[in-house]
């Protein structure tokens, strides 16, 4: 109960993180709201947060192959993440959401079609990895006492944080409709860039306290 209870919070926030920063999936899922509706954007959001977990999946496999290194070099690799996530928050910060919008010229004509641009598009990108990496690396997800059905409740919980997150961000846009403009996301962005750096770089200052400690 207590590795379930430990999972729990870390999964739902890696789920919703990796969702979170507004690339062209969450253009995509903002313009599908606006132009097709609530429910074709929210299978837009499914098809990303199965691509996410693909490539989580593939995150866990690897670092199951190095579980006697990354227990032997906890400390180092958490630093090492919270680094890639205050990488990531920077350029997050200074991105440009609209760069990434492209036009959805295929309207596809029901939700399958929906949920799969949403994960090829996702898919798309594997410079994702770095940062579910880093995520899992930040949150010391997976650890090695996990059995079976731990790794599998871990998996689930990432993929309901994206459903979360895209449910959300999809009811949001749906209720304010055309006042979502450029400033919005640039907004959104940044909110989210700090709050990922604040997260690594809290966790770094911990791990050194606690190193100093010892």
Known sequence: MDQILYIL??????GMLISAPMGPIGMLVI????????????????????????????????????TGFIDSHQKLIQIVG?????????????????????MDE??????WGD????FLLTFSNPLILFFII??????????PEFGIHHIIVAYLLIFGGALLWWYGITTLVSRLGRRINVRSLKIINRVIAII????ALFGVVMMLM?????
């Open 9 to 14: 919070p870390r999964g739902l926030a890696i």
């Open 31 to 66: 313009q599908r709201t606006l132009s097709k509706g609530r429910w074709p954007a929210f299978f837009t959001g499914i098809g990303a947060a199965l691509s996410d977990l693909v490539y989580c999946l593939l995150t866990g496999l690897c670092l199951s192959f190095i």
């Open 82 to 102: 919270s680094i890639v996530l205050v990488a990531f928050g920077i350029y997050l910060f200074r991105n440009n959401p609209t760069r990434s919008l492209r």
């Open 106 to 111: 295929s309207i596809p004509k029901n939700y």
């Open 115 to 118: 949920l799969g641009s949403g």
């Open 134 to 143: 880093g995520l899992f690396a930040r949150f010391n997800f997976l650890l």
């Open 196 to 199: 990922l750096i604040s997260m």
């Open 210 to 214: 606690d190193k100093q400690i010892m």
